[in-house]
């Protein structure tokens, strides 16, 4: 993989070389996909399924032949359960909405993991405030490792889904969620998996972990903002109902009554974001052209070499060191601030986030404002891993 095929990460910034670490908010994109928007929209553009003339039809077709490339990248038994959203936060939504409507009532309990992205969190907390349910935390160590023993006394008769992420935006927790789904199909509850930190660097099959849903983001996947996937098994797409009503939804409109339209089409209501579309299908191509599990070991030899030269770095202390990590290192500097961390090093062209991460909650168990969060992609180098703990050493002495 060249880092030229990313012509962003060829720019300066305050006159350094861009150091892009904050790949756990977006990726960069790559030629193929770019070249894959604007040729959408030089040659293609058109609205959807609703459309007899050729643009429509050849755009039709190549959308739907992104669905079936999605369907074969997580492993999904029908292309049926692969629906197109914005992102994650909207295929939470959705389920949290329209399974909540079907399937939670009054007493009944969710269970979410502690550690989740406010996108796993608040939609759950609305769905049963609106329901007269209650949510349920699963706790975790101080290393960031989920307690499962904890899991299971809490989900009782009462449980109706838990929601959980594969990898933890904040402390790069790689959680055991093929065990966690075992353990509520035990219980006869089904399991939705937060994938958006998981699908661009662990291979993922919905299948092999029988999640009943699975949710993630094309933005951080090197594809373009704007495009995401819920997949959800049919067994309980069929029972939900619609989350929003409005074109291509439909069966048939009366002015007494709707029928709906059959899977996936049934939860895409509107013009979907096509463009965004294909180029998530470009981007997949671009992912198993690297091999998915190829770019997560590329991306945990740089993890683990950061880890090692940042211990050097004067009062330096990590946030989340479990044993099953994703490519993401959270830490502060002494008493710093973490925004003062990151403006320094941003004036060293070295791109990394901070703060809370959407995850507040976890930030309340650590006692901590935030942190300075650095995460790794396929395009980031060994010497880019030096230049950035290079440019943390040089920083450290002004922030004690
Ligand atoms: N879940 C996790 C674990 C995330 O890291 C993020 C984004 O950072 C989201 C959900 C929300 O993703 P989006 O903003 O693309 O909807």
């Not at 909405?97 to 406010?118: L, P, T, W, Y």
């Not at 969190?121 to 290393?143: H, L, N, T």
């Not at 093929?178 to 199909?185: C, E, M, N, T």
């Amino acid at each position: 993989m060249q880092q030229s095929q990313f012509p962003i990460l060829q720019s300066s910034v305050y006159g350094h070389p861009l150091i892009y670490l904050d790949n756990a908010a977006t990726t960069q994109k790559p030629q193929s996909v770019i070249d894959a928007l604007t040729s959408y929209y030089t040659s293609l553009n058109s609205n959807i399924h609703r459309g007899t003339h050729y643009l429509a039809t050849a755009a039709t077709e190549r959308f739907e032949e992104v669905r079936r490339k999605v369907q074969s990248f997580i492993g999904a038994a029908d292309r049926a359960e692969v629906v197109f959203t914005r992102g994650t936060t909207e295929s939470i939504n959705l389920v949290a909405s329209s399974f909540s409507e079907r399937f939670v009532g009054e007493g009944d309990n969710v269970i979410v993991s502690a550690m989740e992205h406010h996108s796993d969190m608040v939609p759950w907390q609305m769905a049963c405030e609106s329901k007269g349910a209650s949510v349920r935390y699963i706790p975790f160590s101080d290393e960031g490792v989920l307690d499962l023993g904890a899991f299971e006394r809490l989900i009782d008769s009462h449980t109706r889904i838990v929601a959980v992420n594969h990898v933890s935006n904040t402390l790069g927790t790689v959680n055991p969620v093929g065990g966690i789904v075992r353990i509520a199909h035990g219980h006869g509850v089904p399991v939705l998996v937060d994938g958006a930190q998981a699908v661009a660097h662990i291979p993922v099959d919905v299948q092999a972990l029988d999640c009943d849903f699975y949710c993630f983001s094309g933005h951080k996947m090197y594809a373009p903002m704007g495009v995401g996937v819920m997949y959800g098994k049919r067994r309980w797409l069929d029972e939900m109902p619609p989350y929003q009503g409005g074109g291509e939804m439909i069966k048939e409109v009366t002015l007494e009554k709707t029928t709906y339209n059959e899977l996936p089409f049934k939860f895409e209501a509107g013009t979907p974001s096509v463009g965004d579309v294909l180029g998530l299908g470009a981007a997949i191509d671009f992912m198993l052209a690297e091999g998915v599990a190829n770019i997560g070991r590329h991306e945990m030899e740089l993890h683990d070499y950061a880890v090692e030269l940042m211990r050097t770095v004067p009062g330096m202390r990590f946030i989340g060191t479990a044993a099953e990590k994703a490519a993401v290192v959270s830490f502060l500097v002494g008493e710093a601030h973490p925004y003062d961390v990151g403006t320094l090093l941003d004036k060293l062209g070295v791109a990394v986030r901070t703060g809370h991460h959407c995850t507040q909650p976890i930030m309340d168990r650590y006692g901590i404002p935030g942190t300075v969060r650095a995460s790794f992609a396929v395009y980031n180098t060994l010497d880019e891993v030096e230049a950035f703990v290079n440019a943390l050493k040089r920083i450290a002495p002004m922030l004690m």
